[in-house]
């Protein structure tokens, strides 16, 4: 799933202001501008996060690298859709069908949304 793709699907979820920053794990107020932040790996996405915790993560990674301390390789890790909850760690935008055209949408860090209506394939 494209990163513009999965971004715009969380939006009315993280616009809620209940989802916590994948980086510091304070709550990202509605007013506040937030990114669908990459995992440190470079295997998919870590989840929403405040704009200035991925932004410093990235400037800090990208210190790392230029200095000789980082190493990254790039697999991109795929949401699933699943019937139920089987894992407690699924790949970052993982849905769960919740019945009645709604469903929960991993958000990283042991968070899901709340049930959203589910997004055409």
Request: charged share 30%.
């Amino acid at each position: 799933m494209a990163h513009k793709t999965m971004r715009k699907r969380l939006a009315p979820v993280v616009a809620l202001g209940e989802t916590k920053c994948a980086r510091c794990g304070e709550l990202i107020e509605p007013d506040e501008k937030w990114e669908l932040d990459h995992r440190d790996d470079g295997r998919g996405w870590l989840g929403p996060s405040h704009a200035k915790c991925n932004r410093r993560a990235g400037w800090e990674r990208m210190v790392d690298v230029v200095s000789g301390n980082g190493h990254r390789e790039h697999i991109e890790e795929s949401p699933y859709k699943w019937s139920q909850r089987w894992f407690t760690d699924p790949p970052f935008g993982t849905t769960v069908n919740r019945g009645k055209g709604m469903v929960e949408v991993y958000l990283g860090n042991g968070n899901w949304s709340d049930p959203v209506p589910r997004p055409a394939d």
